[in-house]
């Protein structure tokens, strides 16, 4: 969560464009990556099968958009992932 956290604040303070990319993905894959199976060391939800369980609703609701965003965008292409805008 503090690489997470890090790249957080490295985005909010650079309006380069590259550079908040850069920190937009570091921060989504560092704060998914306990979230999501691996082989070895296990999921967190192996430990906490229930979480999220926010007592805020809309974290739990962020928590979720943040691993779509990594599974179906970021992490993985998915058509999923995409919309389309017709302007």
């Known amino acids: 969560m ?6 957080f604040q490295r985005f909010m303070a650079t309006s380069e464009q590259g550079a908040r990319y850069q920190f937009f ?3 989504v894959l560092a704060y998914c990556r306990p979230f999501t ?3 070895g060391v296990g999921s967190l939800l192996c430990d906490y099968p229930s979480f999220p369980d926010f007592a805020d ?8 958009r943040l691993l779509d965003l990594r599974n179906k965008f970021l992490g993985h292409s998915s058509i999923e992932g995409t919309k389309v805008h017709l302007l």
């Open 2 to 7: 503090q690489y997470a956290s890090d790249a």
């Open 25 to 27: 993905l570091a921060m």
């Open 57 to 64: 609703a809309d974290m739990n609701i962020r928590h979720k």
């Open 37 to 39: 199976e691996n082989y």
